[in-house]
């Protein structure tokens, strides 16, 4: 199928989590045009159940496809990914390139083989997870918890909200006070939200930890999934979408700036 060289990159998740995503994708597509949706009225994901994301996420992308006619989607959301990936490629005719949590990244750079999972309530109890830690950690100890809290700081950073510090700090206690925390060395952010705000658990560990997240990987695959397709010769300003626009949408605009989101559009 022929692609036009205007069709858009297509990113998708929750709230701004996904710009973890489109980062490093800019980086190796600097001339991608660039949809990027957010689905702020269903915000946020990660304590919502699993038949709500199931039956949301398809509706949401099958809608927004039909109107910006992307040549790819990514599901730039763990939760969303973990839920719903495979209803999606069944209802789309796209190439779809879903977010998972980066734990054989960590079990290959765990030398006390014990790593911690650290996402959403939704995703760390996921079955996919559990088939993951199994697959690519089957000698380490995983340590999971779900932070709710830590995808509302990683919104309030970016519309430039003062932080609570104690998030982070929290947030790294619910894996480093379980049995074999104090030997964790790795930590997986399996939330989309959670390298935004990496900074902030860094300093708020007690002692260093290596983070480890999914964007280059998804990144480098999207940009082999596209390397036979046409490109626009220059940069063009990208869209942000929102299922709901309001003043913390508003608060959002420099920060989406900073990754060329020069337009905000309404679903």
């Known amino acids: 199928m022929k692609v036009a060289s205007t069709a858009p990159l297509l990113f998708f998740d929750s709230g701004v989590g996904g710009l973890s995503i489109l980062g490093p994708a800019r980086e190796l597509l600097p001339t991608a045009p660039v949809i990027y949706a957010a689905d702020s009225a269903g915000f946020p994901y990660g304590t919502k159940s699993e038949a709500e994301i199931a039956a949301r996420v398809p509706a949401l992308l099958g809608r927004l496809v039909e109107r910006y006619r992307p040549r790819l989607a990514v599901i730039a959301c763990n939760t969303a990914s973990t839920i ?31 790593f911690g999972v650290l996402g959403t309530d939704a995703t760390v109890r996921q079955p996919y997870v559990d088939r993951l830690a199994a697959e690519h950690g089957s000698d380490c100890l995983v340590l999971r918890h779900g932070s709710a809290a830590l995808v509302q700081l990683a919104e309030a950073k970016l519309r430039g909200e003062p932080l609570d510090p104690t998030i982070a700090r929290d ?23 959670f390298p935004l705000v990496e900074a902030e658990l860094a300093v708020a560990a007690p002692r260093p930890l290596l983070f480890v997240h999914g964007g280059e990987g998804i990144a480098r695959r999207i940009a082999y999934l596209t390397q036979e397709q046409p490109w626009p010769a220059a940069p063009s300003p990208g869209t942000a979408v929102f299922t709901q626009v309001d003043g913390d949408v508003h608060a959002l605009q420099d920060a989406l700036r900073q990754y060329g989101l020069e337009r905000i559009d309404a679903l």
């Open 84 to 114: 719903a990936l495979s209803a999606v490629r069944a209802a789309l005719d796209i190439q779809v390139v879903g977010t998972v949590p980066a734990i054989k990244p960590a079990a290959l750079l765990s030398r006390s083989r014990v």
């Open 171 to 193: 947030a790294l206690s619910g894996l480093l006070d379980q049995p074999g925390g104090d030997r964790m060395d790795v930590v997986v952010l399996a939330c989309t939200h």
